[in-house]
């Protein structure tokens, strides 16, 4: 039997990673960091990003027919969406919470994350490079 497909789903405002708050966030591109996860992955990789959460909810529903995994940047709807927690908690295989900043060590708005009771991780603060830890620790967690 083969490694199973691990899922890669980006939240909002992701897709301008080099552009958004570099004082945050860094200066590496989404592309960048898809390319950091496709070398790390010893299988199939579905790298994702949405500004539109519904489109998010329906990438988590397809996830729990073919993902052995997720990791998950949340990004915004960390703090405000029971919905995707929702989505999250009916995924049977271990799910990772990353984020680029430590959202522990930001302003009130951006500590809480409403995701992570849903998360079997959460990797906070390493900015970019916490997408490849990620990869290698899914396949750890996945049974």
Same mark, same amino acid.
């Given at each position: 039997m083969?490694? @199973? %497909? #691990?899922?890669?789903l980006n939240g909002p405002n992701l897709d301008l990673l =080099?552009?958004?708050?570099p004082h945050i966030y860094?200066?590496?591109?989404? %592309?960048e960091i898809e390319s950091m996860c496709r070398d790390a992955a +010893?299988?199939?990789?579905?790298?994702?990003?949405?500004?539109?959460?519904s489109e998010m909810i329906d990438m988590i529903h397809a996830?729990?027919?073919?993902?052995?995994?997720?990791? #998950?940047? @949340?990004?915004?709807?960390?703090?405000?969406?029971?919905?995707?927690?929702?989505?999250? +908690?009916t995924f049977e295989g271990p799910i990772i919470e990353l984020h680029l900043s430590n959202i522990h060590a930001r302003d009130p708005a951006h500590?809480?994350?409403?995701?992570? @009771?849903? %998360?079997? %991780?959460?990797?906070a603060g390493? =900015?970019?490079a916490g997408y490849p830890v990620a990869v290698q620790a899914i396949y750890g967690l996945i049974r």
């Open positions: 083969g490694v @199973p %497909a #691990i899922h890669i =080099g552009q958004r708050e860094g200066h590496t591109t989404l %592309a +010893r299988g199939d990789l579905v790298f994702a990003q949405t500004n539109t959460e996830a729990r027919e073919s993902a052995g995994g997720i990791i #998950i940047n @949340p990004a915004g709807w960390s703090f405000r969406s029971i919905a995707i927690f929702d989505a999250l +908690r500590r809480h994350s409403l995701i992570s @009771p849903a %998360a079997t %991780a959460v990797i390493l =900015g970019a």
